[in-house]
């Protein structure tokens, strides 16, 4: 998981905020970008770590990111917030994984 969240400083934008959220789960805010700016930048993080070479972790080792993204502009308040990002990550989840879904998806 450590290297996990290096890749997503390394490639998170200059003005993001990350933190672990849970055992697998991290939370990415990104200020001053509109839900479409946001979906952009989480497809390149999450592209980028699945083309990641961890192989020196164990052989063969693939890492595949699942996203949920939401915007404080469509939820009004914070719970809202992580709900509609967490419904979109399930969505992201339960349609085959390693891929972006957004709460208008």
Same mark, same amino acid.
């Given at each position: 998981? %450590?290297?996990?969240? !290096?890749?997503? @400083?390394?490639?998170? +934008?200059?003005?993001?905020?990350?933190?672990?959220?849970g #055992?697998?789960?991290?939370?990415?805010?990104? +200020? %001053?970008?509109?839900?479409?700016?946001?979906?952009?930048?989480?497809?390149?993080?999450? !592209?980028?770590?699945?083309?990641?070479?961890? &192989? /020196?972790?164990? +052989?063969?080792?693939?890492i595949?990111v699942?996203?949920?993204?939401? &915007?404080?502009?469509?939820? #009004?308040?914070?719970?809202?917030?992580?709900?509609?990002? /967490?419904?979109?990550?399930?969505?992201? @989840? !339960?349609?085959?994984?390693? @891929?972006?879904?957004?709460?208008? &998806?």
């Amino acid at each position: 998981m %450590e290297r996990v969240a !290096q890749q997503l @400083k390394e490639l998170s +934008p200059a003005n993001a905020k990350y933190a672990r959220w849970g #055992g697998e789960e991290f939370t990415l805010l990104l +200020p %001053e970008h509109s839900l479409e700016q946001a979906i952009n930048a989480v497809r390149i993080i999450q !592209q980028s770590i699945e083309q990641h070479d961890f &192989s /020196d972790l164990a +052989p063969l080792l693939n890492i595949t990111v699942s996203v949920g993204v939401a &915007s404080v502009e469509n939820a #009004g308040d914070y719970n809202r917030l992580l709900n509609h990002a /967490d419904q979109a990550l399930y969505r992201a @989840k !339960q349609t085959g994984r390693n @891929k972006v879904e957004s709460e208008l &998806s």
